[in-house]
């Protein structure tokens, strides 16, 4: 509804702001989210955080509500620039061991195939 509400947990208010600050550094999609809000405006950044932790937060609902797993749709990552949909590709690891500890994220391609993958760790990267 444009804000945020001080009617719920305040605990769960928090947590979600922290996810949205951590995922709009680290998950290219919505790190495009916080850009677009922001607009390069220093006093928007809490508004563009509040806008990916509600994002987070529909993403969450939906998936409770549809009781299915989270799946990146084909669609949606053609509809990013360029150079966005660049840094997802090229941020992500298809091959990862099966007892990996890191977080398994699903993505659709053209065919609408279900590919699993992880986010390569940037500072391990780095160093290769």
Same mark, same amino acid.
């Given at each position: ?6 009617k719920g ?5 928090? #947590?979600?702001y922290m996810?949205a600050?951590f ?10 989210l ?5 607009n ?6 809490k508004? #563009?955080v509040? #806008? ?5 937060a529909?993403y969450?609902?939906?998936i409770m ?10 669609e ?6 360029e150079?966005?949909?660049?840094t997802f ?12 500890r890191k977080?398994?994220?699903q ?10 993958f ?6 391990t990267?780095s160093?290769?």
């Open positions: 509804m444009g804000k945020i509400s001080k947990s305040k605990y769960l208010r928090h #947590a979600l996810i600050e995922a709009r550094r680290h998950n290219p999609v919505l790190k495009h916080f850009e677009r809000v922001k390069g405006n220093k006093k928007r950044h508004l #563009a509040i #806008a990916v932790a509600n994002r987070i529909r969450i609902y939906s509500k549809s009781e299915s797993s989270f799946v990146i749709i084909h949606n990552i053609m509809r990013l620039p150079e966005t949909r660049n590709f090229n941020s992500i690891s298809l091959d990862f061991p099966k007892n990996t977080q398994i994220y993505y659709s391609d053209v065919n609408g195939e279900i590919h699993r992880v986010y390569k760790n940037e500072t990267e160093i290769v």
